[in-house]
């Protein structure tokens, strides 16, 4: 049985800034820290069918995932493999959709299908809420 999560957020930015955000390796790498203390460190290609690396350091450990992009519709999806180095086991899929709301806010919603278990998703599900809170705040320090 597959497990899957889904995560829903509103964001004070545009779906145009917050999609960028997602494929920009500079800002890849200063919001997605779930692990407090941490750092990121990205490459990416982003084209259908080009790939990333995202390796998150915290806790002494590097977790390093690799990725390639299956659909990209500026400004409102992106979807995209998801697969932790060393775990032949798995490998998911991410769909972040954005929709517009107005008054320069934007609701995200984040989900990531294909878990081998439900505590894979419960423990991605703490990573990712992690790292949008991580992007909200980023997008708003970023606003001038």
């Known amino acids: 049985m597959e497990h899957e999560l889904s995560l829903t957020r509103v964001l004070a930015a545009s779906a145009e800034d917050i999609y960028d955000a997602w494929l920009d390796p500079r800002a890849v790498a200063e919001w997605m820290r779930p692990i407090p203390g941490g750092h990121t460190e990205a490459s990416c ?74 505590d894979m998703a419960d423990g991605h599900r703490e990573g990712w809420s992690r790292g949008l809170d991580s992007l909200a705040a980023w997008l708003v320090a970023r606003t001038p």
């Open 45 to 118: 290609d982003p084209r259908v069918g080009g790939s990333f690396l995202i390796t998150m350091h915290g806790n002494g450990t590097r977790y390093p995932t690799r990725g390639e992009y299956l659909r990209l519709e500026r400004p409102h999806l992106l979807e995209f493999t998801w697969h932790p180095d060393g775990d032949e086991r798995w490998k998911s899929i991410v769909s972040v959709t954005l929709r517009e709301l107005g008054a320069g806010r934007t609701e995200l919603t984040l989900r990531h299908r294909r878990f081998p278990s439900a």
